[in-house]
């Protein structure tokens, strides 16, 4: 037995234009391209921190609260690599 779904939306799927100036296309492009290293930053703070849960390293920076887990760490990095992806692909202008 087959069933076939089919989905009708009222919404476009894709974003629409949008007609940037010039300064907050350079804005947009300068926060893409810092984003990989500060994405670097919150792997190495996730390492840091997975390595002083298994004795490995010294104590982490931050000791108590929510920035004290290395999980939290390693999704900041991940959601920086896919923001940083996707605004490549949508706001920096081919080279």
Same mark, same amino acid.
């Given at each position: 037995m087959a069933v076939k779904v089919i989905v009708r939306?009222? !919404?476009p799927l894709e974003w629409p234009e949008l007609r940037l100036g010039a300064g #907050? #296309?350079?804005a947009l492009e300068l926060v893409v391209h810092l984003l990989k290293p500060a994405s670097l930053g919150a792997f190495l703070l996730a390492l840091w921190? !997975?390595?002083?849960d298994l004795g490995w390293t010294s104590e982490f920076l931050i000791t108590e609260g929510l920035l004290c887990h290395w999980q939290l760490w390693a999704a900041l990095g991940m959601s920086m690599i896919a923001g940083e992806g996707y605004l490549s692909r949508r706001f920096v202008r081919a080279q």
């Open positions: 939306t009222s !919404f #907050v #296309v350079e921190r !997975f390595g002083a």
